[in-house]
Antibody, heavy 116, light 108 residues
């Protein structure tokens, strides 16, 4: 069974760093780009960027370039989304996903709450 | 890239059909047959309903159908049911992805 399993909810303070993860299983992890999507409370879906796990090449949405870092460790089939200094406005649900010829597959989401 | 344009809300009665539009540009929706639609119930992850404009993943009801004309894609739901009440998002995914702003479907 194809699965993307994300790490658990996080509560952080402004200025702290954070890395959340997305572990793939049931498919060839290096064959498909992994994307990250943000959903702020009560708002729509926003594409943040993507990574090719085979070589860690990345594309970012201009809206997120420089604010987050996407990485991957193909040896453990895991992609990451990282912040060096969180802001309250980073409070959101974050999803990872990938697409193949049969459609796409999403993780269950990771809720990140940033509050002082 | 700007977000794709969807109506903020649509509504219909049980058994009726509704259509949600998704307007992009010649650089995204108009260029590729790579448009997907997602259903999202409150507190849940998005669920893929349509991909490549008109294909349904296994397990999705055939009451859901997709089409495209020019720079506008559409999702049609026929035989509306109460459980169809949700938010719906379109997405163009040629390389990078761009989502629509979302449409709230109310089943009256």
């Amino acid at each position: 069974e194809v699965q993307l399993v994300q790490s658990g909810a996080e509560v952080k303070k402004p200025g702290e760093s954070l890395r959340i993860s997305c572990k793939g299983s049931g498919y060839s992890f290096t064959s498909y780009w992994i994307s990250w999507v943000r959903q702020m409370p009560g708002k729509g879906l926003e594409w943040m960027g993507r990574i090719d796990p085979s070589d860690s090449y990345t594309n970012y949405s201009p809206s997120f370039q420089g604010h987050v870092t996407i990485s991957a460790d193909k040896s453990i089939s895991t992609a990451y989304l990282q912040w060096s200094s969180l802001k309250a406005s980073d409070t959101a649900m974050y999803y990872c996903l990938f697409g193949d010829k049969n459609g796409d597959y999403w993780g269950q989401g990771t809720l990140v709450t940033v509050s002082s | 890239q700007s977000a794709l344009t969807q109506p903020a809300s649509v509504s219909g009665s049980p058994g009726q059909s509704i259509t949600i539009s998704c307007t992009g540009t010649s650089s995204d929706v108009g260029s590729y047959n790579l448009v997907s639609w997602y259903q999202q119930h409150p507190g849940k992850a998005p669920k893929l309903m349509i991909y490549e404009v008109s294909k349904r993943p296994s397990g999705v009801s055939n009451r859901f159908s997709g089409s495209k004309s020019g720079n506008t894609a559409s999702l049609t739901i026929s035989g509306l049911q109460a459980e169809d009440e949700a938010d719906y998002y379109c997405c163009s995914y040629a390389g990078s992805r761009v989502f629509g702003g979302g449409t709230k479907l109310t089943v009256l």
